[in-house]
């Protein structure tokens, strides 16, 4: 009896110690709820594209979207704040139709879209809204194939300030440069990383040059961007400037890039040469996001880059 007791003990202790579960906090319990809603939904974006299959029609996700948009919402008040996620309702939904509508074109033998998880699918473009009567206004929620607003194909973006004068773009794996504002540039706000300081396309590389001798933020490896990594910065979605919160917030001078993010509502720099009038050199507008070539003598703006994917 005496053994029993002790292995019975020891049975306890053991249960004790491995077999009773933890409470899951608020947050676990916000993402658990939005995992089973995702689930939930892309099933529901399945069965619409299989009926529109057998219809011959375009696939109907109003249903759908009506319910997960519900759903969400109720997942997002329930976790009172404690959702561990920053993605939004539209972005999100708008992420599964797309899957949705990419898995039913490999299903019907397509072979000209990006295979599933592609690195070299691109960047989600940011807009969020539809053009209707020559105004940009919140999307019907129309089926995938529609205006850019509805579809938002194309990977999520991310982006994370390292806190050291870098933001890097988590999709991409550049790590870009943080700008910051001081009039005039001073000790707050170097005159290579201020907002306001713009140079000719040969003096970019000045900049470049001397952001790597001084190993700013610790590496020697910067570089101006191409016009496609410069690209991928610009949010159609967003205008004045057309770029993330990451790269445009609290510039207020003086201030220095622990404290904020600048972007000139302007022309930035890309490293790539017109090809066919090599006096010129590819630019992004951050005003709206409007990719064109200048010359390389005017004074345009300089964000630099380092690594990449």
């Known amino acids: 009896m005496k053994r029993e007791g002790t292995v019975v003990i020891l049975a306890t202790a053991l249960f004790l110690a491995t077999g009773v579960a933890r409470a899951a906090s608020d947050a676990g319990k916000c993402a658990a709820a939005k995992s089973k809603i995702a689930g939930k939904y892309y099933f529901c974006l399945q069965k619409a594209e299989a009926k529109a299959i057998l219809k011959e029609?375009?696939?109907?996700?109003?249903?759908?979207?009506?319910?997960?948009?519900?759903?969400?919402?109720?997942?997002e008040t329930g976790g009172a704040g404690m959702c561990p996620d920053n993605v939004a309702t539209s972005p999100m939904s708008a992420y599964f139709a797309a899957r949705a509508a990419e898995a039913t074109a490999i299903i019907r033998g397509a072979d000209d879209i990006p295979s599933l998880g592609s690195c070299g699918e691109l960047l989600v473009s940011g807009q969020t809204e539809c053009e209707n009567g020559g105004a940009m206004v919140a999307c019907p929620g129309n089926p995938a194939g529609v205006q850019d607003g509805d579809t938002q194909y194309g990977r999520l973006r991310q982006y994370t300030d390292n806190g050291d004068g870098m933001v890097t773009d988590e999709v991409?794996?550049?790590?870009?440069?943080?700008?910051?504002?001081?009039?005039?540039?001073?000790?707050?706000?170097?005159?290579?990383?201020?907002?306001?300081?713009?140079?000719?396309?040969?003096?970019?590389?000045?900049?470049?040059?001397?952001?790597?001798?001084?190993?700013?933020?610790?590496?020697?490896?910067?570089?101006?961007?191409?016009?496609?990594?410069?690209?991928?910065l610009a949010e159609r979605g967003r205008v004045n400037p057309a770029i993330d919160p990451a790269f445009a917030s609290g510039c207020i001078a003086p201030c220095?890039?622990?404290?904020?993010?600048?972007?000139?509502?302007?022309?930035?720099?890309?490293?790539?040469?017109?090809?066919?009038?090599?006096?010129?050199?590819?630019?992004?507008?951050?005003?709206?996001?409007?990719?064109?070539?200048?010359?390389?003598?005017?004074?345009?703006?300089?964000?630099?880059?380092?690594?990449?994917?």
Request: hydrophobic letters at 35%.
């Open 256 to 309: 220095d890039t622990s404290a904020c993010s600048c972007t000139r509502q302007n022309y930035y720099w890309s490293s790539t040469s017109a090809q066919g009038n090599p006096g010129f050199a590819w630019l992004v507008v951050f005003t709206d996001g409007v990719v064109g070539t200048g010359t390389k003598i005017n004074a345009n703006y300089v964000r630099a880059v380092r690594g990449g994917s």
């Open 172 to 232: 991409t794996g550049l790590v870009w440069e943080k700008l910051c504002d001081q009039d005039p540039t001073g000790v707050i706000c170097p005159a290579d990383h201020d907002v306001d300081s713009s140079y000719t396309w040969v003096n970019a590389f000045t900049k470049i040059a001397n952001m790597n001798a001084a190993n700013y933020a610790g590496h020697p490896d910067w570089r101006l961007p191409n016009v496609r990594e410069l690209e991928s």
């Open 57 to 75: 029609t375009l696939p109907d996700y109003s249903k759908c979207a009506q319910k997960f948009d519900e759903k969400w919402n109720l997942a």
